[in-house]
């Protein structure tokens, strides 16, 4: 007779798979989602293809707007400008700015006053960049973005019907960044998507995001939310963004590619998106409460299946007694180590769906280490959390 302890382990881990099949797995699922609603939706309707202006706030990348401006100035797109606002962190951007204005008559600049003081200087950046902007729809890129294809504004222009405000885009780092700092970045895309197909975003990338500026204006722009200096993006789309005036751009097309720096640097942005985080409204909160949530059912999921086996490996019958009966739980037990599996699959897809590198065979076990991996960042926010405060 089989043990009730191994019946009852595989019973709490049975419980926990059907829970991260409708948590985790749905949610990795998101950007194959994402891209199958963005082919199904009906694209050819009139007006698709609205004049588009460009936004690059630009501290200190001189280097980046003259590597990666050009590929945004060849696009594909019959009307659109590019504005860059130069922060005036170093020289060398005004002049990379002329010299790049007199090779594209697209392109303009403008700058943030020097006399700035106490406020998140991207925000502002942006804010002039869009008060700047000759049209009505703003895309807001950054210096060291490149668009995976001269058809990039064309794939968000899709979705700019006269029903939405804001158009959710996938970015993340290029080819040659670490799959570490790849992965925590999909994490974030996976759960913006899944907040946006939803009913609600909560969260984006400023690397690829689309917005109305008379939506942006007339609802106050970041007024709310001058008291901290991080946010420019998610924080912006958990305050603007309803039940239905939010759509996804999900393709290879639409996707975008930062240049990786250094681990430094993605760190630091983790860390002020983590502190951002602690300002989202409630709906923003408990969705990434869940996605904690979904974690803790991995721990229990992986702890019951390996007691389980030990158990078993411990009380395994001569076979000459090995019974019908144990037969089955052995089997139930061989059929659980499939999630992993499934995971794996459900990701890839999502992966696919923009293009991104293979990363789904280490998600399972990046799962387990997360929370370990996340602590720096978790400390790391708590203690410089005034350093986003307004002064």
């Given amino acids: 007779m089989t043990d009730s302890s191994y019946i009852l382990l595989l019973s709490l881990c049975s419980a926990s798979v059907i829970l991260l099949l409708a948590t985790r797995l749905r949610d990795c699922l998101m950007l194959a989602r994402a891209r199958r609603r963005y082919e199904t939706d009906d694209l050819s309707g009139p007006g698709r293809a609205p004049a588009i202006s460009v936004i690059i706030p630009s501290g200190g990348q001189a280097e980046a707007l003259e590597t990666n401006l050009p590929a945004i100035m060849a696009q594909e797109y019959p009307f659109f400008e590019v504005v860059v606002v130069d922060e005036q962190t170093e020289s060398d951007t005004a002049d990379a700015l002329k010299r790049l204005t007199a090779k594209f008559p697209q392109l303009r600049h403008t700058f943030v006053p020097p006399s700035v003081r106490f406020i998140g200087r ?5 804010t002039l960049g869009i008060k700047a902007a000759k049209h009505e729809w703003v895309v807001l890129t950054r210096p060291d973005c490149t668009p995976a294809s001269p058809r990039w504004l064309m794939g968000l222009s899709a979705k700019m019907s006269e029903d939405k405000d804001i158009i959710v885009g996938y970015a ?6 670490p799959t570490g700092v790849v992965v925590p970045r999909l994490r974030r895309a996976l759960l913006a998507f899944a907040a946006a197909l939803g009913g ?7 690397c ?25 993006d998610g924080l912006l789309v958990d305050r603007l963004s309803t039940g239905t005036n939010t759509a996804v751009a999900c393709n290879p097309e639409t996707t975008v590619w930062q240049s990786f720096s250094s681990r430094h640097e993605s760190r630091k942005a983790r860390v002020a998106h983590r502190v951002a985080g602690r300002h989202l409204r409630l709906r923003g909160k408990l969705l990434r409460l869940r996605w904690g949530t979904a974690s803790l059912l991995t721990y229990t ?7 389980a086996v030990a158990l078993r490996a411990l009380r395994f019958p001569p076979i000459e007694a090995y019974s019908g009966q144990e037969i089955a739980f052995d089997a139930w037990a061989a059929i659980l180590l499939a999630y992993p599996v499934a995971e794996a699959y459900a990701l890839r897809r999502s992966t696919q769906a923009v293009d991104e590198r293979p990363v789904s065979a280490r998600l399972f076990f990046d799962d387990l280490w997360q929370p370990v991996a996340t602590l720096g960042i978790k400390l790391n926010a708590w203690l410089s959390r005034n350093d986003y405060k307004r002064q």
């Fill in 208 to 232: 690829n995001l689309a917005l109305r500026k008379s939506y942006f204006l007339t609802q106050g722009g970041y007024a709310s939310q001058l008291s901290f200096t991080c946010g420019e």
């Fill in 301 to 307: 999921y992986t702890a019951t299946w390996l007691a």
């Fill in 122 to 126: 991207q925000k502002l950046a942006i």
């Fill in 200 to 206: 609600r975003a909560v969260d984006a990338d400023a």
């Fill in 172 to 177: 993340n780092y290029d080819a040659y960044a």
